[in-house]
């Protein structure tokens, strides 16, 4: 069981705005910065949003981050095809002292 | 551009040691702004960080795997290396290595993987 929860699967069809949520506690998301990737099939993660809402080079505009509390969520507006992926948050944990991840997200374009 | 080559045997028996290499080119693993760490992930499942290191050789692991891992670093290579003792077939997974950008405070470079199976 994952320290971040995170839903199962999320979908969407073409051009919609899709959400996906990330929990945690006091420890993690609620005194750490979040950070999301995303997983294409076979491939390795790859960095998506850092620092609860930044996006490194090349990441488009499309994908954007927010955190509230306990909580953060990733959003994907103007979904492609291409977009379907698993999607991880992850966040230091002060009280494990390491770093956490949810479980993941899958993602399907209808 | 900046690469991370995760290389050893794909196949371990049970309660021995899985020891992997992690090779990094296109840039310095000297650098003081990054630590170094590696990941895992069950086939079908999500990701667990293992532990990371620091080029001066400083270390951190995860509380759940500490007891039977061995993160170091090879300077002159441009290698860090992780040894998992005692595995066991929940051991079986793709271990990636990756940068973490101690700015940014978020893994930004990873490896491609490398599938490492707990078998007789």
């Known amino acids: 069981q994952s320290v971040l929860t995170q839903p199962p699967s999320a979908s969407g069809t073409p051009g919609q705005r899709v959400t996906i949520s990330c929990s945690g506690s006091s420890s993690n998301i609620g005194s750490n910065t979040v950070n999301w990737y995303q997983q294409l099939p076979g491939t390795a993660p790859k960095l998506l949003i850092y620092s609860n809402n930044q996006r490194p080079s090349g990441v488009p505009d499309r994908f954007s981050g927010s955190k509230s509390g306990t909580s953060a969520s990733l959003a994907i507006s103007g979904l492609q095809s291409d977009d379907e992926a698993d999607y991880y948050c992850?966040?230091?944990?002060?009280?494990?002292?390491?770093?956490?991840f949810g479980g993941g997200t899958k993602l399907t374009v209808l | 551009q900046l690469q991370l080559q995760e290389s050893g045997p794909g196949l371990v028996k049970p309660s021995e040691t899985l020891s992997l290499t992690c090779t990094v080119s296109g840039g310095s693993i000297s650098s003081s702004i990054y630590y170094w760490g590696w990941i895992r992930q069950p086939p079908g499942k999500g990701l667990e960080w293992i532990g990371s290191?620091?080029?001066?050789?400083?270390?951190y692991y995860n509380p759940s795997l500490k007891s039977r891992v061995t993160i170091s670093v090879d300077t002159s290579k441009n290698q860090l290396s992780l040894k998992l003792s005692s595995v066991t077939a929940a051991d079986t997974a793709v271990y990636y290595c990756a940068r973490r950008d101690i700015v940014m405070e978020t893994f930004d470079y990873w490896g491609q993987g490398t599938l490492v199976t707990v078998s007789s």
């Open positions: 992850a966040a230091w944990d002060d009280s494990l002292n390491g770093w956490v």
């Open positions: 290191i620091y080029y001066s050789g400083s270390t």
